[in-house]
């Protein structure tokens, strides 16, 4: 389970990586351009999401809420979802502390 900080809309969001396919380039390979360059597809459902009013509360955002800020935000967090390096999880987990204290 992977939690994507989406900063525009003062959402986080569970999701789960249901399908991943990184295909490296094969340089001898001619067949397809797919297969010259290489590919990589992800796909994700997202579990639930809060999001955080004005008043610093965290809500409950719904399975419509969630599908709202994923028709919206779909690339961002497919992006997201492709880098969780150390790095960038504790720096999104700073910030998650910040955004939602109670959310730990």
């Known amino acids: 389970m992977y939690e994507v900080l ?8 569970q999701c ?6 990184d295909e490296q380039s094969k340089t001898g390979a001619w067949s397809s351009d797919w297969d010259t360059h290489g590919y990589r597809e992800l ?6 999401g809060q999001w955080l009013d004005p ?5 409950d955002l719904g399975m419509n809420g969630c599908a709202e ?6 690339e961002f967090i497919e992006e997201e ?3 969780p390096c150390p790095a960038d999880s504790m720096k999104r987990w700073q ?9 730990k």
Not at 16 to 21: A, Y
Not at 55 to 59: L, S
């Open 6 to 13: 989406v900063e525009a809309e003062a959402s986080v969001l």
């Open 16 to 21: 789960e990586i249901t399908d991943l396919v």
């Open 43 to 48: 796909e994700f459902r997202v579990v639930s």
């Open 55 to 59: 008043d610093g509360t965290p809500h």
């Open 69 to 74: 800020v994923v028709d919206r935000y779909a």
């Open 81 to 83: 979802l492709w880098a």
């Open 95 to 103: 910030i998650l502390s910040a955004l939602f204290p109670k959310h």
